[in-house]
């Protein structure tokens, strides 16, 4: 029995890594998330095939630039061992990390951004339980419904 594919957003700031930057690497360890949820979200619920939102946050116009698709399964980010990261950890031990990552790997760019503004005016298509939407979400990592998924790519 093969498990069921899954959907997430992922954010990054488009000066730090932006859709273009995962498109000239094509593969990319998806580093630095030091937020305990959507850390477990990598750890526990991202398997290798899942789809990716590619979401270009704090910037002038927010909002879905691309698409993306998990490659690996969840492995120590091995910036929170690095003394000169500013990732670094020090309660973190390689026999005990506290940080996973995930390899993501570029599909394509979406024909537009889809911004954040206009994703909010569907709220009621793509439900209450919508975490980018819904009031002091700021996750970086977070999941999106096989039906938001859709719809979301039908706003395209």
Partial sequence: MTARKRYWLMKSEPDTFSIDDLEKVSVEPWNGVRNY????????????????????????????????????????????????SDYYDPKSTPETPRWMLVDV?????????????EIKQHTDALGEGFALTSR????????????QWKYLLSLE
């Fill in 37 to 84: 949820q959507a850390r477990n979200f990598m750890r526990d619920g991202m398997q290798v095939g899942d789809g990716v939102l590619f979401y270009h946050s704090n910037c002038a116009v927010p909002g879905i630039a691309g698409l993306a698709k998990v490659v690996s399964r969840a492995y120590p980010d091995p910036t929170q061992f690095d003394k000169k």
């Fill in 105 to 117: 790997a570029f599909d394509r760019k979406l024909k537009r951004t889809i911004p954040l503004d």
């Fill in 136 to 147: 002091g979400s700021r996750l970086s990592v977070m999941p999106v419904t096989a039906a």
